[in-house]
């Protein structure tokens, strides 16, 4: 699920969606209207799930989809290993694998609860709770 957004309404730390992939904004730079066109926007973002940094640049007024962020609490209930984990959602019992980065493997172990993020259908453990 997303939502259309202006351009020039982004700001760093936000997200928005790129290459149909959902990515946190580092960076946004605009430039002002000039002789031949309107504002531009030039927009730096990390991918959530991937890491791979994207760029934009279009005019501030044109619109880009932002993903709407389900933030949910899950508990871990198997360590799958190559930082695969299984976890249980702790509202509807649901249970599914995720993968972790590499900064959060050494902090995880079974029974640990987790916030985990939904975006566009796919699921990432975000920190420990």
Request: with cysteine; glycine share 6%; hydrophobic share 40%.
């Amino acid at each position: 699920m997303s939502k259309p957004v202006e351009i020039g309404e982004l700001k760093e730390g936000g997200f928005c969606i790129i290459d149909n992939e959902p990515c946190r904004i580092v960076s946004v730079e605009k430039s002002k209207p000039g002789k031949h066109g309107s504002a531009k926007a030039r927009i730096v973002a990390i991918g959530v799930f991937d890491d791979v940094k994207r760029s934009i640049v279009s005019p501030v007024d044109a619109r880009i989809d932002v993903p709407i962020i389900e933030k949910r609490t899950g508990q871990i209930i198997a360590a799958l290993g190559n930082n695969t984990y299984q976890l249980m959602d702790l509202e509807n019992f649901e249970t599914f694998e995720s993968k972790v980065d590499e900064e959060l493997v050494n902090q995880l172990a079974v029974g640990d609860q987790v916030e985990y993020w939904v975006i566009l259908n796919r699921r990432k453990i975000m920190r420990k709770k």
